[in-house]
Nanobody, 115 residues
Framework: EVQLVESGGGLVQAGGSLRLSCAAS????????IGWFRQAPGKEREGVSC????????YYPDSLKGRFTISIDNAKNTVYLQMNSLKPEDAAVYYC????????WGPGTRVTVSS
Protein backbone atom coordinates (compact mmCIF):
# COMPACT_ATOMS: atom_id res chain seq x y z
CA GLU A 1 0.00 0.00 0.00
CA VAL A 2 1.31 3.44 -0.96
CA GLN A 3 1.31 5.53 2.17
CA LEU A 4 2.86 8.58 3.83
CA VAL A 5 2.89 8.95 7.59
CA GLU A 6 4.09 12.11 9.27
CA SER A 7 5.13 12.32 12.93
CA GLY A 8 7.05 14.45 15.38
CA GLY A 9 4.67 17.32 15.86
CA GLY A 10 3.62 18.63 19.23
CA LEU A 11 3.42 21.65 21.48
CA VAL A 12 6.53 23.79 21.77
CA GLN A 13 7.25 27.23 23.14
CA ALA A 14 8.21 30.02 20.79
CA GLY A 15 11.93 29.78 20.08
CA GLY A 16 11.92 26.01 20.48
CA SER A 17 12.64 23.25 17.99
CA LEU A 18 10.97 20.19 16.56
CA ARG A 19 12.04 17.54 14.09
CA LEU A 20 9.30 16.15 11.90
CA SER A 21 9.54 12.82 10.15
CA CYS A 22 7.72 11.47 7.13
CA ALA A 23 7.93 7.76 6.44
CA ALA A 24 6.94 6.32 3.07
CA SER A 25 5.72 2.84 2.32
CA UNK A 26 4.83 1.22 -0.98
CA UNK A 27 7.28 3.37 -2.95
CA UNK A 28 10.76 4.81 -2.53
CA UNK A 29 11.45 8.48 -1.89
CA UNK A 30 14.65 8.49 -3.96
CA UNK A 31 12.58 8.32 -7.14
CA UNK A 32 10.97 11.68 -6.38
CA UNK A 33 11.56 15.26 -5.40
CA ILE A 34 9.94 15.64 -1.97
CA GLY A 35 8.31 18.60 -0.31
CA TRP A 36 7.07 19.56 3.13
CA PHE A 37 3.85 21.54 3.26
CA ARG A 38 1.76 23.06 6.01
CA GLN A 39 -1.79 24.19 6.48
CA ALA A 40 -2.85 26.55 9.22
CA PRO A 41 -6.51 26.89 10.27
CA GLY A 42 -8.46 28.87 7.72
CA LYS A 43 -5.57 29.01 5.29
CA GLU A 44 -4.57 27.14 2.18
CA ARG A 45 -1.84 24.52 2.21
CA GLU A 46 1.56 26.07 1.45
CA GLY A 47 4.97 24.65 0.62
CA VAL A 48 7.71 25.12 3.20
CA SER A 49 10.62 23.18 1.74
CA CYS A 50 11.63 20.70 -0.92
CA UNK A 51 14.56 18.50 -1.80
CA UNK A 52 15.62 17.36 -5.24
CA UNK A 53 15.88 13.68 -6.14
CA UNK A 54 18.69 14.35 -8.63
CA UNK A 55 21.28 16.35 -6.70
CA UNK A 56 19.85 16.76 -3.21
CA UNK A 57 19.51 20.51 -3.58
CA UNK A 58 17.01 22.12 -1.26
CA TYR A 59 14.67 25.06 -1.41
CA TYR A 60 13.06 27.24 1.24
CA PRO A 61 10.95 30.37 1.00
CA ASP A 62 12.84 33.44 2.19
CA SER A 63 10.74 33.63 5.35
CA LEU A 64 11.95 30.18 6.48
CA LYS A 65 15.57 30.21 5.36
CA GLY A 66 17.93 29.60 8.24
CA ARG A 67 15.22 28.15 10.49
CA PHE A 68 13.99 25.04 8.63
CA THR A 69 16.14 22.25 7.19
CA ILE A 70 14.91 19.38 5.04
CA SER A 71 16.85 16.15 4.80
CA ILE A 72 16.32 12.61 3.58
CA ASP A 73 17.50 9.20 4.73
CA ASN A 74 17.04 6.94 1.72
CA ALA A 75 18.00 3.85 3.73
CA LYS A 76 15.04 4.51 6.02
CA ASN A 77 12.83 5.89 3.25
CA THR A 78 12.16 8.84 5.54
CA VAL A 79 12.24 12.60 5.04
CA TYR A 80 12.84 14.98 7.92
CA LEU A 81 12.14 18.63 8.62
CA GLN A 82 14.21 20.22 11.36
CA MET A 83 12.47 23.35 12.59
CA ASN A 84 14.32 25.78 14.84
CA SER A 85 13.42 29.14 16.37
CA LEU A 86 9.75 28.32 15.99
CA LYS A 87 7.26 31.17 15.94
CA PRO A 88 3.53 31.16 16.70
CA GLU A 89 2.88 31.69 12.98
CA ASP A 90 4.56 28.33 12.26
CA ALA A 91 1.66 26.54 13.94
CA ALA A 92 -0.07 24.30 11.41
CA VAL A 93 -0.56 20.73 10.34
CA TYR A 94 2.54 19.65 8.43
CA TYR A 95 2.53 17.19 5.56
CA CYS A 96 5.06 15.73 3.16
CA UNK A 97 4.47 14.60 -0.38
CA UNK A 98 6.12 14.10 -3.73
CA UNK A 99 6.29 17.07 -6.08
CA UNK A 100 5.40 15.13 -9.23
CA UNK A 101 2.99 12.28 -9.75
CA UNK A 102 0.37 11.38 -7.20
CA UNK A 103 0.72 9.95 -3.72
CA UNK A 104 -2.24 10.22 -1.33
CA TRP A 105 -1.73 12.78 1.42
CA GLY A 106 -0.91 11.42 4.84
CA PRO A 107 -2.67 12.45 8.04
CA GLY A 108 -0.14 15.17 8.77
CA THR A 109 1.37 16.07 12.12
CA ARG A 110 0.19 19.05 14.13
CA VAL A 111 2.63 21.68 15.36
CA THR A 112 1.47 24.09 18.03
CA VAL A 113 3.68 26.98 19.10
CA SER A 114 2.88 28.85 22.29
CA SER A 115 3.94 32.46 22.68
Amino acid sequence: EVQLVESGGGLVQAGGSLRLSCAASGFTFDDYAIGWFRQAPGKEREGVSCISDTDGSTYYPDSLKGRFTISIDNAKNTVYLQMNSLKPEDAAVYYCNVLTGYIPWGPGTRVTVSS
